[in-house]
């Protein structure tokens, strides 16, 4: 099989990553692009902490691995992941050792402060919401300070998320025949699903 390809789509809270995330698994699936999509943000959520394992990424690779594991079985080499952090530099081992070394495709999503206060406003409801401003305004400087420069920085401000999906499916080259289409077998299935 060929080596997997990860598009990592990363960003500040609120900035769109779960919407976009679906816009260009649909794109995708329209195209008949075969893919898997893992949205991160669920592979480490366990109260407590592991005791040997307090920031929790080792469950995460462990998560990733076999969630990976399953698709691979099933043909597909094509992964798309969401993540706040996934673009950073730092976190390319998690995916060279739970994917073997894949071609990488990172996506940083930007938007604005008052955008995202607006967005996380309206999402977060509970107890949370100051936190998730203040860790969001962090993460927007930390990613934009440490993101590596082949990373393509798409605005999310005021725009559709169709139009932000297309532009995602673009840098990744899936859909203009550069690479194989074929990365899921055919007579398989994900979770009842068709391929795709």
């Not at 996934?86 to 070394?101: C, K, N, Q, Y």
Request: charged share 25%.
């Amino acid at each position: 099989m060929e080596n997997a390809e990860v598009l990592l789509i990363g960003g500040r809270s609120g900035v769109g990553k779960t919407s976009v995330g679906l816009e260009v698994a649909a794109r995708l699936r329209a195209a008949d692009i075969g893919h898997a999509l893992i949205e991160g943000d669920l592979l480490d959520l366990v109260h407590p902490a592991p005791r040997d394992d307090p920031d929790r990424s080792r469950i995460t690779e462990r998560n990733l691995a076999a969630l990976w594991a399953n698709y691979t079985e099933l043909g597909c080499r094509r992964l798309v992941y969401t993540n706040t952090a996934s673009v950073l530099g730092s976190e390319e081992r998690l995916f060279t050792r739970a994917l073997d070394g894949p071609r990488i495709i990172r996506v940083l999503l930007t938007a604005t402060d008052a955008t995202v206060e607006q967005r996380l406003t309206a999402r977060e409801q509970g107890s949370e919401l100051e936190q998730q401003l203040r860790r969001s305004e962090f993460m927007a400087r930390h990613l934009s300070a440490h993101t590596p420069p082949d990373a393509h920085r798409i605005a999310t401000d005021g725009r559709d998320v169709r139009d932000i999906a297309a532009r995602v499916v673009a840098a990744t080259g899936w859909a203009t025949g550069s690479t194989p289409r074929g990365t899921c077998d055919e007579g398989h299935t994900m979770g009842g699903f068709p391929p795709g």
